[in-house]
């Protein structure tokens, strides 16, 4: 077995890994601004930055668990594209003097889960996983009656 072949095999667990990661990181920023942990900074009620805290709460909870993955992730994707734009890229062009190198970097890492999926390791792929598995004792069960 090669190299390529050996990374190849674990690439979808890494890709779980990933997720899993960003995920409670993302999950982190809307932590601080619904509940003020583990900063004591909280936004307004229904002002923009607590719908951003909102999305980042759910949407990194849900991302982090592997449950509606594409989904969630194609709101954060968006969140991030939409927080760039108005906060960061009036400051400047560069990301790294804007401050909006994260944002850019999350609204990526996002998109590709939309296209990738969460993962071996996920509540998607456990559901997918009982739905294939109740759709063919069906079809076993059928089979046996009319046998």
């Not at 190299?3 to 990933?18: F, M, N």
């Not at 909280?42 to 991302?63: C, N, Q, V, Y």
């Not at 804007?98 to 998109?111: R, S």
Request: proline share 5%; hydrophobic share 50%.
């Amino acid at each position: 077995m090669t190299l390529e072949d050996r990374v190849h095999r674990y690439s979808p667990y890494v890709l779980s890994i990933v997720r899993i990661v960003a995920a409670l990181l993302f999950f982190s920023h809307g932590l601080s601004k619904m509940v003020g942990f583990p900063s004591p900074r909280m936004p307004d009620p229904f002002t923009l930055s607590w719908f951003a805290g909102a999305i980042e709460f759910i949407g990194g909870g849900l991302l982090a668990a592997g449950l509606f993955t594409r989904t969630a992730a194609l709101i954060m994707s968006g969140e991030m594209a939409v927080g760039y734009f108005m906060s960061h890229a009036p400051r400047g062009f560069f990301p790294q003097l804007n401050g909006g190198d994260a944002a850019i970097l999350y609204c990526f890492m996002f998109l590709y889960f939309v296209f990738a999926g969460a993962g071996p390791w996920s509540l998607d792929a456990w559901l997918k996983m009982r739905r294939g598995a109740g759709r063919n004792a069906a079809v076993g069960q059928a089979g046996q009656r009319r046998a």
